[in-house]
């Protein structure tokens, strides 16, 4: 079923890059070129076998959506067993687009395009280049069309999802090279479903109160780019001023509630769903990978600190 799935998306990639060549669907190249990665990724992940079901009994997806909340632990070893991941994603996506859909209707796709390109033309490579310049401004009036299409949006929650599955597959990856180096014993499938399910009541929760916080606060006060992922204000951030401290800013914006939630329930799926991974593999992985979005993040804060301001 997986090598069906996988070879379908690329078959449907192909008819969008043809239709969008054609001026039929206009602008989705990107969507096709990403169904077909997806596919092929997919198709590939089938070839990796699941673990032996054993006698245990799977339990529902809607219980897994609600014991993943109140007994985690319960939920990860059953997974250790019948690993599934895709409607957990496709909730995670689906929450996703929704809130970037009901930002724009809350800010304006014009103050978003308008704030992204002025900050962009204020980069100091574009300083001096006048026909950069001139190119980026020439495509301001296509960007805000394509942030008020439905069609061309629709194609950018294709991409967010394709790059949501490439992201866990590859999350799912490290966390099993880190549990075979340090002796564990943890299928690939294990590791995928842990670390989606992982991400599972964080994204929830984000979605629940960003989108509260959404409609209460004044778009004025909301940042263009910052508020599309920081609404939820359970970190040190507050401290500092992102445009003059994008660096500390960045750091203590990692801090949060949720974020250690996530460590500890990342680290705990990881625990219980492999067959022979240690709370020390368990937390070493995850810590490390912690570590790594908050170097990543601070890079790109302080490459592209302007957008903070």
Do not use: C
Request: proline share 5%; aromatic share 14%.
């Amino acid at each position: 079923m997986n090598r069906i799935a996988g070879i379908i998306a690329a078959v449907a990639g192909v008819l969008i890059i043809i239709l969008s060549v054609l001026k039929v669907i206009p602008s989705l190249t990107t969507t096709g070129i990403g169904l077909i990665l997806l596919g092929v990724l997919i198709v590939g992940l089938s070839f990796i076998p699941k673990p032996d079901t054993g006698d245990t009994v799977r339990m529902s997806t809607a219980s897994s959506f609600i014991n993943i909340f109140f007994s985690p632990t319960e939920v990860f070893q059953n997974l250790r067993r019948h690993p599934r991941w895709l409607a957990a994603l496709l909730i995670m996506w689906l929450l996703s687009a929704v809130f970037f859909n009901l930002f724009l209707f809350r800010l304006t796709p014009e103050r978003v395009t308008n704030y992204t390109i002025d900050k962009t033309l204020e980069m100091p490579m574009l300083a001096n280049n006048e026909d950069a310049r001139k190119q980026i401004e020439v495509g301001r009036a296509e960007a805000l069309e394509q942030n008020k299409n439905p069609v061309f949006r629709a194609g950018q929650s294709i991409n967010s999802f394709v790059g949501q599955v490439f992201l866990y597959a590859f999350l799912a990856a490290i966390f099993l090279i880190f549990a075979l180096a340090m002796g564990g014993q943890l299928n690939y499938w294990q590791a995928f479903s842990a670390t989606i399910y992982a991400a599972f009541p964080i994204a929830v929760i984000r979605f629940v109160i960003g989108t509260i916080i959404l409609f209460i606060k004044d778009p004025a006060d909301i940042h263009p780019i910052l508020g599309q992922t920081a609404l939820v204000q359970d970190n040190l951030g507050f401290l500092f001023n992102p445009a003059e401290s994008p660096v500390l800013y960045t750091v203590l914006s990692s801090l949060g509630l949720l974020m250690f939630y996530w460590l500890w329930l990342n680290s705990t799926g990881l625990k219980n769903a492999g067959e022979k991974v240690t709370p020390t593999i368990a937390w070493s992985a995850t810590l490390t990978i912690f570590f790594v979005i908050i170097l990543f993040g601070t890079f790109m804060s302080w490459a592209f600190s302007g957008f903070l301001g």
